[in-house]
């Protein structure tokens, strides 16, 4: 018998060691298990969620407008919402470093592999269009909390409208938002305008500098068809509701 072995049976029979029953490992395991998908969940919610807000606001599409599209996004991004998700992905990887399959491998790649899992989670959440499903849901019973979260991501950034052209005009054109105020767009040499932005029937984007009803546009494009859409659902729900 080894020392080692010998020193560990002493310390049994003074007491010094504490024999645990099976059933307390396994509740500790299912707790764990329990938090990682918690975890992993508030996760891919989050991130998701966060693409939602960037695209219902427009400024996911802005960085592609030079360096004025990009602090339009810094300015638009939903901040609060960032942190947390980043406070949920920190505890996320300190549960998986800490269960058995990960915890005898480096850390880098515990973190990699739970950073992809969840982006790649958000992604097929966007791409299944979850949120809008869920925003139409949360309207049409009026939950409360969600509903106005939902409600406020709709929000947009006073450089951001979007509606339809109600007239052109000699440098630009007017545009009749959602809301049925009526903005003044002037192009200015370097305004990227996508080739479909006057087809007819089609909500587009504008982004830019605005002052009062004016925006000088650094950037017109299509509304996402998807987005225009649920608008419309909501809007017909909202009046079936009153009715």
């Not at 409600?151 to 938002?177: D, H, Q, V, W, Y």
Request: net charge positive.
């Amino acid at each position: 018998m080894t020392d080692f072995k010998q020193q560990l049976i002493d310390k049994i029979k003074e007491g010094d060691l504490e024999m645990k029953p099976r059933w307390h490992f396994v509740v500790q395991t299912a707790f764990f298990l329990a938090g990682i998908i918690l975890s992993a969940l508030i996760v891919v919610y989050l991130l998701s969620f966060i693409t939602f807000v960037l695209q219902q606001n427009g400024a996911w599409f802005a960085p592609g407008y030079g360096w004025q599209g990009l602090m339009l996004f810094l300015l638009a991004s939903p901040w609060i919402i960032i942190g947390f998700s980043f406070l949920f992905l920190g505890l996320l990887v300190i549960l998986a470093h800490r269960y058995s399959f990960c915890y005898e491998r480096p850390f880098l790649y515990t973190l990699l592999g739970v950073c992809s899992i969840a982006l790649m989670g958000a992604y097929l959440a966007e791409r299944a269009e979850f949120h809008p499903r869920m925003h139409v849901f949360l309207n049409q019973n009026n939950v409360p909390g969600l509903a106005p979260m939902y409600k406020k991501a709709e929000t947009r950034p006073a450089a951001i409208a979007a509606g339809t052209i109600s007239s052109f005009t000699e440098n630009g054109f007017m545009l009749k938002t959602e809301s049925d105020e009526m903005i003044r767009i002037v192009f200015k040499q370097n305004t990227k305008l996508a080739p479909e932005w006057k087809n007819e029937g089609i909500n587009i984007m504008v982004f830019g500098n605005r002052a009062s009803n004016t925006i000088i546009a650094i950037g017109v494009r299509p509304e996402r068809e998807f987005l225009k859409t649920n608008r419309q659902q909501r809007a017909t729900n909202t009046v079936e509701t009153r009715r």
